[in-house]
């Protein structure tokens, strides 16, 4: 089996104009999802860049990154956490609350998820303005645990996010500038 490149995986992906509103050009990845070749592609491609390095767990933001995280925990010989939308978790959760560019959102993780000086890794599919990654990284802060790096399939380089995780080691397989 031949290992995709970049612009094989790219071809996946399903490009659809003005969704959600217009002017927006959608990346979907669904249909990278569903061939076996380009799912494999994605996640050995985002295995390559941590491998090696000991990782405790891999957090997967809701929802999409329930799909990466655990395939790349696997990988890595680490745990998987989710990091949910509130009042998913059943156990005492630690909370961080973050700017949309419109309005406000949360996120939770059970607050025994990371441990002080755990190397975690947060996956997830999209790095877009980089809100909610940097959110994600307050929270393992915050439980005392350390963020070896951020994994993502795609990134809009456009919207510059990876500039809210400067000092952060980002790694996206794809990526777009417009």
Do not use: C
Not at 17 to 46: H, Q, S
Not at 97 to 113: F, N, P
């Amino acid at each position: 089996m031949s290992v995709p490149t970049e612009q094989d995986l790219k071809k996946l992906i399903r490009e659809i104009p003005d969704f959600p509103k217009p002017g927006i050009l959608f990346y979907d990845i669904t249909t990278l999802l569903k061939d076996p070749t380009g799912f494999r592609g994605v996640i050995d491609g985002l295995t390559e860049n941590f491998k090696g390095q000991k990782i405790d767990a891999v957090l997967g933001i809701e929802a999409r990154g329930f799909i990466f995280g655990p395939a790349l925990a696997y990988h890595l010989g680490a745990g998987f956490v989710p990091v949910r939308k509130p009042k998913k978790l059943p156990a005492e959760v630690e909370s961080w609350s973050y700017d949309l560019e419109y309005g406000k959102d949360t996120l939770e993780i059970h607050r025994d998820a990371v441990g002080k000086g755990h190397n975690i890794i947060i996956a997830d599919d999209l790095l877009a303005t980089g809100g909610t990654a940097e959110a994600v990284t307050k929270l393992v802060e915050k439980l005392g645990g350390n963020v070896v790096g951020l994994s993502f399939v795609v990134e809009l380089e456009f919207l510059k996010g990876r500039d809210r995780l400067a000092g952060y080691d980002v790694f996206s397989l794809l990526k777009y500038q417009s």
